[in-house]
């Protein structure tokens, strides 16, 4: 199971970015999934994130911003952020609970992570 992040880049403040990102592999189901991002030298901190039914939930400092899609049927993600400041500056992940088929035997949970995306806002 992989996630692949696109999307990121070089934008001005008060400019937009649409990321994405895709779940492909042996997959059974997903629940949570959604976008942390890191700017250096912070902790990870939640962007927006959504339950298989819908349920989003985003970070107080993107509210209003930020718009999170979720497509079940494509295992995918997206997150379109508008009005973008310098301090939305940081690297975005992918994250996501993923049900996997072990063997022929079973179904096990796990968390997985994208590899990132740089997001950066000039001022």
């Known amino acids: 199971v992989q996630l692949v992040e696109t999307g990121g880049g070089l934008v001005q403040a008060g400019g937009s970015l649409r990321l994405s990102c895709a779940a492909s592999?042996?997959?059974?189901?997903?629940?949570?999934m959604g976008w942390y991002r890191q700017a250096p030298g912070k902790e990870r901190e939640l962007v927006a994130i959504s339950t298989r039914h819908g349920d989003t939930k985003y970070g107080d400092s993107v509210k209003g911003r930020f718009t999170f899609s979720r497509d079940n049927a494509k295992n995918t993600v997206s997150l379109q952020m508008n009005s973008l400041k310098p301090e939305d500056t940081a690297v975005y992940y992918c994250?996501?609970?993923?049900?996997?088929?072990?063997?022929?035997?079973?179904?096990?949970?796990?968390?997985?992570w994208g590899q990132g995306t740089q997001v950066t806002v000039s001022s």
């Open positions: 994250n996501a609970d993923i049900q996997v088929q072990i063997g022929n035997t079973g179904l096990e949970w796990y968390e997985y």
């Open positions: 592999g042996s997959i059974f189901s997903i629940n949570a």
